[in-house]
């Protein structure tokens, strides 16, 4: 008797230790897939926001120290806005910087959280000689808390006044260029962030002009706003020293403007960087038509000097002209670059392609000025053909 009692008394203890380990090892397992995702996260894609919407500006980039490398610090930062159905466009703008950029590059993306997975799937399959080149960061949408965000999403087209708030967003850069998503870049990215080095000692923002000519352009015959200049800004591609907007009365400014002219502003964002330029025109610095060549600057005649002369530096297709029929000058472009295989020959392959496609539309009004759009394309690739031809013949590029 005694001798059971004993063998069910170890059977028992032997039952309750299997038990326990069983259970401690689940829960640690639990607790290292809770954790380890996000720190993979962190090391791969940098740091999303709490919320999508609503949340109070933070210093999103501030817990993401550990990341802060030579890139981070020395590199190009380009920033974007995909809201909707812009998501494929703007993988799009960001191979077109890759493709002809050498200076590493930081995307900072902000997106509605359906679309972040497209950007993680689509940069993470770039070749690996692109992808040591680019560092990414994804963030949800953030708006000011208790300033109606739901306004402030909504303002002209979903979340383009998202770029308002980006300099309270990301405290830790230093410097950005910030760009639509219907942009495509035909050169590199270091000749526009060059731009930065030409600021004076007060200006903080660069933008181009709305139109060449005042009497085509929109805000002298419809604007009821103040807006700034003669002709009004464009926002399209618009370069920020980040650190001196912090500085300025840029925010609360901005918030007091939109109370004020809500109901008298058609553009949204843009709109209201017109009225803060027109009250701060010392902030601003505005370089030439080719640095934001829209279907504005060839669809009556061709006003943009610079653009006839050197061809355009950054391609805007705004009212989607990149995909409807409207002006198919810019849909082959964007087309070429869609079709364009990384690894691909740039010369042979992405400039003759661009090159017949751009000569089935000589018919119609852009399509009348084809070097506009491959011009600065064939001086890239030029440069890079000496480049080559040193470097066989032994010479120093």
Request: glycine share 4%; net charge neutral; with cysteine.
């Amino acid at each position: 008797m005694k001798c059971k009692m004993l063998f069910k008394l170890g059977l028992s203890v032997v039952v309750f230790v299997a038990v326990y380990l069983f259970f401690a090892l689940q829960n640690q397992n639990d607790s290292d897939s809770q954790v380890m995702p996000e720190i993979l996260n962190n090391q791969q894609h940098g740091v999303q926001s709490s919320k999508e919407s609503g949340g109070q500006p933070s210093n999103i980039a501030a817990v993401d120290k550990p990341l802060r490398n030579e890139a981070w610090r020395n590199g190009i930062h380009l920033s974007l806005v995909a809201c909707g159905d812009r998501e494929k466009e703007s993988v799009i703008l960001l191979k077109s910087a890759v493709l002809f950029t050498k200076t590493p590059l930081v995307f900072h993306i902000f997106a509605e959280l359906h679309l972040q997975d497209y950007f993680r799937r689509q940069i993470d399959f770039w070749p690996d000689d692109l992808r040591t080149r680019v560092e990414y960061h994804i963030y949800n949408l953030s708006f000011p808390s208790g300033e109606k965000p739901n306004e402030w999403k909504n303002l002209f087209k979903p979340c383009a006044s998202q770029r308002l708030f980006i300099p309270d967003l990301l405290t830790d850069v230093e410097a950005l260029l910030y760009v639509d998503t219907d942009i495509l870049f035909l050169r590199p990215l270091e000749d526009i962030w060059a731009f930065l080095q030409k600021f004076n000692s007060t200006q903080m923002v660069a933008l181009s002009p709305e139109h060449e000519d005042k009497q085509s352009s929109w805000y002298p015959r419809f604007a009821r706003h103040p807006y700034y200049g003669e002709q009004g800004v464009n926002s399209g591609v618009m370069l920020m020293n980040l650190t001196r907007i912090r500085q300025s009365p840029w925010l609360q400014s901005l918030k007091h403007y939109y109370n004020d002219y809500k109901l008298k502003i058609t553009w949204g964002d843009q709109d209201l960087l017109n009225i803060y330029f027109h009250y701060y025109p010392e902030q601003l610095y505005i370089y030439p038509c080719e640095w934001n060549y829209r279907p504005d600057h060839c669809m009556y005649m061709s006003v943009c000097r610079g653009g006839d002369k050197h061809g355009a530096n950054v391609l805007h297709g705004n009212r989607r002209v990149m995909h409807n029929d409207k002006q198919p000058a810019f849909k082959a472009t964007y087309d070429s670059f869609v079709r364009h295989q990384f690894g691909a020959d740039l010369k042979y392959d992405m400039l003759v392609t661009l090159k017949r496609e751009l000569e089935k539309t000589k018919h119609t009004a852009c399509g009348k000025f084809p070097h506009i759009f491959y011009k600065q394309i064939e001086r890239y690739i030029d440069s890079l053909d000496i480049y080559k031809n040193k470097e066989s013949y032994g010479g120093k590029p």
